[in-house]
């Protein structure tokens, strides 16, 4: 890493390290595409910094979802726009709410997406001895106190927006009381919650998070890398600012809630007299139908109401892997919403336009059945086996074709089939003539019904010898074209079906008295035992991706065994986001 680290910011005149070529050449090609590239790019002109660095900080308290990609994209991908670089910084300063098992999700989701943070994985729990140094800097140049209010008279001294606050009774101990007990509170003699370290800074500033915020409070919890080796942890407004100053990070990207606390980010590096970052704010990513929360996604696994952290209905990293979507897929969609300075809700079909647009140029087309109907061509030899050529997918030549298996009794969806079909239903029905697909025309004559319930439970036709390949010789049409599997050959799996976890784009749009969880969708899981799939997707390893012609996307769940796979669908085929941007003429 970073000559900057190494090189310990305790010094107030830290040399920054030359920026590259690559850095100069960088800025003077890039384009300023939004306000965050084009306030890098003045940043270099001016000379304000000589080289771009950023960071992706994540607090490992659960897993990361499509809002973190949307961060993960812009700081390691404005990083190598530059030539520059971006750390991965655990921002571990919640002792209680932290775990390794998040920390490591975390780097396989950033690695999963395609960035790579090389050697440079750092903790804000790495600082600690650093940050309490400077802590007491602060308190021996006046600028820091120890209080014994409690956290209800802080918050009540704190004032509010119209009001300002009132000091603290303990704000004017001497520097040598503050000193010595704030040594006493890192030792551990007082009770949690006793006592805090507050910045002195303006109890009666407009902006609240300057009215002496807390810096430390004692909390005796055992920390995921420090252990009990302490028991004052610093707060996040006082870590962050400083971590991003000791690895040289020049461009702090964050979201907007953080616009208010940069005056004290600002604030502190002044006292400190260390390296100071810019930040830049952006409007974090909101999608409806969806939640981003961490706290609520945790609740939702928590009650059970979905399978995992990696439940393909998930807005996770891990959820949208296991639902079939590809990295590429997901840095397009990031691409693709930019950033803005305003909050508002990206529409969830522009993401699944994104994954239909990769996986329909490069998914193989297979043939599969969810809800089979048998069809049995009576005029078709018995025992006769043919191999039909089926390209793979016509988008991509260079993915070739398979031989598929066709024979007397096949197996249709239902759907494709109507005993008295209604107006513009052109697929099967008595007397009727339809394509299958890859394969032969085919008429029905007939059907065989359950004695007992009346329910169509065969349909029975005959084929035309002639129209193999499917077009007939003496050129008449036929108005549709159906997907089968052959019985005697196809697998069983199980696929599961997807709808939206809520029943409204806007899940806080509830009635008075109920929260979020009232518009959760009862029906967003539909399971499909035994679904009929052509026979060469016996082995399909998991994580394959596949389209299911007529039906949508569907990939490969780590659920599957050797006798039987499970399938997830990614998608559907329709594509309501081009439809809207059809009808508003882009
Ligand atoms: P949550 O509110 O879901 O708990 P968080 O902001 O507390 O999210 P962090 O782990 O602190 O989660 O986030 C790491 C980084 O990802 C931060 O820089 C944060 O600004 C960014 N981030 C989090 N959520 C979003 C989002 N919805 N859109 C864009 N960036 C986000
Ligand atoms: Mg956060």
Not at 385 to 396: T, W
Not at 479 to 484: D, E, F
Not at 543 to 569: A, I
Request: glycine fraction near 6%; proline fraction near 6%; aromatic fraction near 10%.
């Amino acid at each position: 890493m970073a000559e900057f680290k190494e090189n310990g910011l305790s010094e107030t005149n830290v040399t920054k390290p030359q920026g590259s070529e690559k850095t100069r050449c960088c800025a003077e090609n890039a384009q300023g595409t939004d306000f965050i590239r084009e306030a890098i790019i003045e940043d270099l002109r001016t000379g304000r910094y000589d080289r771009v660095h950023t960071r992706f900080p994540p607090e490992p308290n659960g897993y990361l979802h499509i809002g973190h990609a949307k961060s993960i994209c812009l700081n390691f991908g404005i990083a190598q726009e530059f030539g520059g670089k971006c750390n991965l910084r655990f921002d571990d300063t919640n002792p209680t709410k932290e775990d390794v098992e998040y920390v490591e999700a975390i780097k396989e989701d950033i690695r999963w997406l395609g960035f790579d943070w090389e050697d440079r994985c750092y903790y804000a729990s790495d600082y600690f001895e650093q940050l309490y140094q400077w802590a007491e800097e602060l308190i021996k140049k006046g600028k820091a106190y120890v209080c014994d209010l409690s956290p209800d008279e802080v918050r009540e001294y704190r004032g509010t927006l119209t009001e300002p606050g009132r000091e603290s009774p303990y704000r004017n101990r001497s520097v040598e009381e503050n000193l010595d007990l704030f040594r006493r509170m890192r030792a551990g003699e007082f009770p949690d919650g006793s006592r805090t370290l507050r910045a002195k800074i303006d109890m009666a500033h407009p902006n609240l998070n300057m009215r002496d915020p807390v810096m430390y409070r004692i909390i005796r919890a055992t920390h995921h890398r420090t252990g009990d080796k302490w028991c004052i942890y610093p707060t996040y407004d006082w870590a962050h600012g400083q971590s991003d100053s000791i690895e040289g990070i020049t461009h702090s990207i964050c979201t907007l809630e953080f616009e208010n606390h940069r005056p004290l980010y600002e604030w502190f590096i002044k006292e400190l007299g260390i390296f100071a970052p810019r930040q830049i704010e952006f409007a974090r990513l909101n999608l409806t139908y969806t939640v981003m929360s961490k706290r609520r996604l945790l609740q939702l696994v928590q009650e059970g109401v979905v399978r995992g952290w990696d439940d393909p209905r998930m807005p996770t990293i891990c959820g949208l892997r296991r639902r079939g979507y590809t990295p590429a897929a997901i840095r397009d969609f990031c691409q693709r919403i930019g950033v803005s300075k305003y909050d508002g809700v990206v529409d969830i079909s522009l993401l699944e336009h994104c994954i239909r647009e990769d996986l329909n140029k490069h998914a193989p087309r297979v043939m599969a059945v969810l809800r089979p109907l048998k069809l049995v061509i009576d005029n078709y030899p018995e025992g006769q086996v043919e191999y039909l050529e089926a390209v793979n997918n016509p988008e991509d030549p260079s993915m070739g074709t398979r031989q598929v298996p066709f024979s007397k009794v096949l197996y249709i969806e239902q759907d494709d089939f109507r005993e008295v079909p209604p107006p513009k239903y052109y697929r099967l029905a008595p007397g009727r003539e339809v394509r299958l697909r890859w394969g032969y025309f085919v008429r029905c004559t007939h059907v065989v019904k359950d004695p007992q319930t009346g329910e169509v439970i065969e349909v029975h036709c005959t084929y035309d010898p002639e129209t193999r390949g499917g077009n007939a010789p003496d050129g008449r049409k036929v108005k549709a074209t159906i997907h089968w599997v052959s019985a005697m050959h196809c697998i069983e799996a199980e696929v599961r079906l997807y709808d939206y976890l809520f029943t409204k784009p806007d899940p806080d749009d509830v009635p008075e008295g109920l929260d979020w969880r009232a518009n959760l969708n009862p029906n967003s899981l539909e399971i499909i035992p035994n679904a009929k799939l052509e026979q060469s997707l016996a082995g399909a390893p998991v994580g394959s991706r596949y389209q299911f012609e007529r039906l949508g996307y569907f990939c490969v769940d780590p659920d599957s065994t050797p006798e039987k796979l499970v399938f997830n669908r990614t998608v559907t085929l329709k594509d309501t986001w081009a439809k809207i941007q059809q009808k508003m003429g882009s």
